[in-house]
């Protein structure tokens, strides 16, 4: 929490977001360092889909200011916040593929729309990127329906980098999938951040993805982000929420193995 | 010592501050070349593959790949794996050594999904194939309604031996959002097409004195043809589609396979329940549709061609009777069938997407139609060799 508040592609200040009378964030402040990958964690309900869909402008919070690369969302115009739009992919839970296009299809329509790419050239950057997210060639002309439930997700991460964003804003990446197939989404967002710079935030339960696959970690809990570190320095904090949260058996171990060389107890 | 400078397909928009991708190549030796790599080599500056790689000849020799662009992305990075590519390819030994390392490491990325870039073109299918594939599926959705007409006579047929185990509770449920949220709608319709049809049969009778004759049309044209008609009609525009939308969309979310893995025969719990509640509905919607069109005639009868409500209402019954009514009636669990089946069969057809779910709902509206007006049609022949 010390650097990188000099190149954060997107801030939070005095988030409040409610549903009626019923509010999941109150006074929410968040910073997302450029080229790191943040975790989102927290129990169910803490509001980590609501987080994200503010930050990717698909609701309005109701106080509070959502700042994505330098401009304020709340205030930009319609066309500024089209612009912003280009540069945020999006990764959502069910992977929110239209179901009527093809892979290579899903792929397209962002360029499509939002360059003047057209014909071989952008059907080739379309493969690459289905190439990148790790999806065989062949999976290009299926139809989601066709497609497994970690085929889903990669090409669902290939639509999100369809315009080389820089900010990737991942919904629950690695959820449904084999802890085998998990890990490897985990590598390919880690290389893709190193390789393409790409800001990353993604909500969790994977205590692989949180230990290994993080820069930081940013805890939700009493409507805030109560802690906001590396999964380390969290499990080690002893607010009742984090001790919860962190001290189930699996986590202890993950814990263990990240510990550097300690006298054995 | 040659320079080609190579210029890209400018796109239209260039951001502040930046500048045209460019490779400028500089042969050093016999068999040794530079390429000088600049500018901003990113997707809004690449609307067109590259520029044109500048001519290094063929190799063999060592081709050093030097300088940096001021913006890299992965598109940009896709088009100098290609150029780099077809160096290779044309002989020369490509270093990337001397680029930053983070371009490098992009480049080497993109460059080693190359191979499967090429091959994959996703094909399209031939119009033939697609014409055989329309073939076949209009035939397997023939053969389905036929299996579906089987299904419901051998599952209701046995469940009407036991009608204590038919799902009530649905079946009442299907008959309120059926029938009664239907009424206003029907009453409404019968009562205006009520109204037309006198209007036009009043102004052909009124020029041979025959005014008070308006009532044996109206009341003939509404009791055989169109109360059931209109009725039919607006239930599968109404409901027809509700049903095929709601089993579509069902069958897409897995819930039809949820029921099924639970131990619930689908056809039990969703499509009989329908169909009984059709046919217990038209034939009264149909009564409602009758009196609302006959009521509506009676009131142009009445103000425009001076046949008063008492003589409307008098004669009606003398000169129309029972056996039109009758014959109407007859017609209409046959249109609910037809129209249930049709927007159940629909709906559990529906695979994949949800454009599939509208699509199908659309044919399901469309046919429901076109066989109860062929339906009709057969009715009115049968009847006339009946001699009714």
Known sequence: ?265 | MPVSPAKPNMNDEPGEGSSAPSLRLEVTGDSRATLTLAGDWTLARLSAPAPPAPEAGRGPGTLRLAGAANALDSAGALALARQVDRLEQAGWDVGLTALPEAQRKLITLLKSRLPDLSEAAPTRESALARLGRRTVGKLIEANAFLAFIGELVSRGGRLALSPWRIRWREVVAEIEAAGLRAVGIIGLLSFLVGMVTAYQAGAVLQSYGANVLIVDLVGIITLREMGPLLTAIIVAGRTGSSYTAQLGTMRITEEIDALRAIGVPPFDMLILPKVIALMVIMPLLTVFANLMGIVGGSVIAASRFDVSYAMYFDRLPEVVGLTPLILGLVKTPIFAIVIALIGCMQGMRVSGSALAVGRATTVAVVQAIFLVIVLDALFSVLFNLLGY
């Open chain 1, 1 to 265: 929490m010390t650097d990188a508040h000099t190149d954060a592609p997107a801030r939070l200040h005095d988030i409040r977001n409610c549903f009626g009378k019923e509010c999941v964030h109150e006074g929410l402040d968040l910073v997302l360092p450029a080229r790191k990958i943040t975790a989102l964690v927290g129990g169910s309900g803490s509001g980590k889909t609501v987080l994200l869909r503010t930050l990717a402008m698909l609701r309005e919070p109701n106080a509070g200011s959502v700042e994505l690369f330098g401009v304020d969302v709340g205030r930009a115009s319609a066309t500024r916040r089209l612009e912003l739009r280009a540069r945020l992919g999006v990764l959502f839970q069910g992977g929110a593929l239209f179901t009527a296009l093809t892979v290579l299809e899903n792929v397209m329509l962002p360029l499509r729309e939002h360059t003047r790419v057209r014909g071989e050239w952008l059907k080739e950057l379309a493969m690459s990127k289905v190439l990148l997210a790790g999806l065989p060639a062949d999976s290009a002309g299926k139809y989601p329906v066709a497609l497994s439930g970690g085929m889903v997700k990669r090409a669902a991460l290939a639509r999100a980098l369809a315009l080389d964003p820089a900010l990737l804003i991942l919904d629950e990446p690695t959820s449904g999938l084999d802890p085998i197939a998990a890990a490897n989404f985990d590598a390919l967002v880690r290389e893709l951040t190193d390789s393409l710079g790409l800001t990353v935030i993604q909500a969790t339960h994977d205590l692989h993805s949180i230990w290994r696959g993080s820069d930081q970690v940013a805890f939700l809990g009493r409507k805030r982000v109560l802690a906001l570190g590396t999964a380390a320095e969290l499990a080690r904090r002893d607010e009742p929420e984090l001790v919860a949260y962190f001290q189930g058996a699996r986590s202890a171990e993950y814990a263990k193995l990240n510990a550097s060389p300690a006298p054995a107890d």
